[in-house]
């Protein structure tokens, strides 16, 4: 497809439960952002990676999460142990690495996790 | 400090109003400058890129002062569609990661 995907677009779990959240950035693209939005907040970081390394991964909240990135391509954000205070959206982004006005990243439409 | 710092707002203005907010960024060596807008329930899409000179788009203009490390939007003739969240997002020289500002809110008002 032309733009960024995310799977699943809903998610409803429960409590303890574990998830895979999936992003599919645009062909080429070798950055790739994962952040989560609560309701009426501001995003916030989780993990940067460049090709299938991750230069920063300082915004995961707890070691239950956890994201691989594998053919510098697709990503899989895992959250284990689901709590109540994981729901939010997760959104992904991905953008050409370097400098430069084309830098720009286009997210994907996110995915709603809502944990019960 | 935060990487990317924005007033929170909300900036109320009434249809036909100018507004403007700025975001200051940490890291004096910074290249690239965005402003992405958020609406309710949606994800963030670019607005437009920040250019070093300063640019407009519409009634839209950026600018960027490199001496006081901040970028500024200004918004001419509100319209009511233009009630958004306005996200600053700045690229890093060293790693090129896109650092997000918590965003600023406007409400244009009839």
């Known amino acids: 497809g032309a733009g960024v995907s995310q799977s699943p677009s809903n998610k409803v779990t429960e409590k303890g439960k574990d998830v895979e959240l999936r992003c599919d950035p645009i062909?080429?693209?070798?950055?790739l952002y994962w952040y989560r939005q609560s309701l009426g907040q501001g995003l916030e970081f989780l993990i940067y990676?460049?090709?299938?390394?991750?230069?920063?991964k300082s915004g995961l909240p707890s070691d239950r999460f956890s994201a691989e990135r594998t053919g510098g391509s697709v990503s899989t954000l895992t959250i284990q142990r689901t709590q109540q205070e994981d729901s939010a959206v997760y959104l992904c982004?991905?953008?050409?690495?370097?400098?430069?006005?084309?830098?720009?990243?286009?997210f994907g439409q996110g995915t709603r996790l809502t944990v019960v | 400090r935060k990487e990317v710092e924005q007033d929170p707002g909300p900036f109320n203005v009434p249809e036909g109003a100018t507004v403007a907010f700025n975001c200051t960024y940490s890291?004096?060596?910074?290249?690239?400058f965005f402003w992405y807008r958020q609406d309710c329930r949606k994800e963030p899409k670019l607005l437009m890129s920040?250019?070093?000179s300063g640019n407009e788009d519409g009634r839209f203009t950026a600018q960027l002062n490199r001496a006081s490390q901040y970028i500024s939007l200004l918004i001419r003739d509100s319209k009511l569609s233009d009630s958004a969240t306005y996200l600053c997002?700045?690229?890093?020289?060293?790693?090129?990661?896109?650092?997000f500002g918590a965003g600023t809110t406007v409400t244009v008002r009839a």
């Open positions: 990676f460049q090709g299938n390394s991750a230069p920063d």
């Open positions: 997002v700045v690229i890093g020289s060293n790693d090129y990661k896109l650092s």
């Open positions: 890291n004096s060596a910074s290249q690239s």
């Open positions: 982004a991905s953008s050409l690495a370097g400098e430069g006005l084309d830098t720009e990243a286009f």
């Open positions: 062909s080429g693209h070798t950055a």
């Open positions: 920040v250019y070093s």
